[in-house]
């Protein structure tokens, strides 16, 4: 079965920092986009990052620019997300997930993939 | 920045109606839209992509269409196993959800 496993999540102070990591099983890792999704406690889902299958194309969202770094290691089937000075507002559990990615299907027409397998998500608090 | 807004927050509907829920983006984001079922304490599944493709394992019940800027998940006939929170996403950003609860 096609798996994502997340680790790293933790307590920590803010302007702390953490680093996720999401390990692959059962899938070809680098034919993919990857990407985080977080989860605060009671709200909705928000999407954080993603990272083109060779690491040359890199997305964020605006509350995590400058803090966050995305990467992975296809030797390792490994995808990482560096949290650096953290915010109580980036308490969340937070999920990496296979995305399927965007092609273009014909002139001014895009067809979107999805991110279709997730993982558990890995639990990140900040808090003092 | 595009943003998904979803509408109505919440819907009551009863089992074995059908549920209608829109999703209407900023600006035109021609198919690059998902939608996703989240019932409590469980992972987001996957449910619809590309506006109207259901992904493996979906029921026919679910359905996705639209195009640009306004799009619609149906539901047609409710389980009780439907109840849950869909979200809309185009990469990038997900929609606020819509609660789907038991009339």
């Known amino acids: 079965e096609v798996q994502l496993v997340e680790s790293g999540g933790g307590l920590v102070q803010p302007g702390g920092s953490l680093r996720l990591s999401c390990e692959a099983s059962?899938?070809?890792?680098?034919?993919?986009?990857m990407g985080w999704v977080r989860q605060a406690p009671g709200k909705g889902l928000e999407w954080v990052a993603n990272i083109k299958q060779d690491e040359s194309e890199k997305h964020y969202v605006d509350s995590v620019k400058g803090r966050f770094t995305i990467s992975r290691d296809n030797a390792r089937n490994s995808l990482y997300l560096q949290m650096n000075s953290l915010r109580v507002e980036d308490t969340a559990v937070y999920y990496c997930?296979?995305?399927?990615?965007?092609?273009?299907?014909?002139?001014?027409?895009?067809?979107?993939?999805?991110?279709?397998?997730w993982g558990q998500g890995t639990t990140v608090t900040v808090s003092s | 920045e595009r943003v998904l807004t979803q509408s109505p927050a919440a819907l009551s509907v009863s089992p074995g109606e059908r549920a209608t829920l829109s999703c209407r983006a900023s600006?035109?984001?021609?198919?690059?839209l998902a939608w996703y079922q989240q019932k409590p304490g469980q992972v987001p599944r996957l449910l619809i992509y590309g506006a109207s493709t259901r992904a493996t394992g979906i029921p026919a019940r679910f359905s996705g269409s639209g195009s640009g800027t306004e799009f619609t998940l149906t539901i047609s006939s409710l389980q009780s196993e439907d109840f849950a929170t869909y979200y809309c996403?185009?990469?990038?950003?997900f929609g606020q959800g819509t609660k789907v609860e038991i009339k």
């Open positions: 997930a296979r995305d399927g990615g965007v092609a273009v299907v014909g002139v001014g027409r895009e067809f979107y993939y999805g991110m279709d397998v």
């Open positions: 059962r899938f070809i890792f680098s034919a993919y986009w």
């Open positions: 996403q185009i990469p990038g950003t």
């Open positions: 600006q035109s984001v021609s198919s690059t």
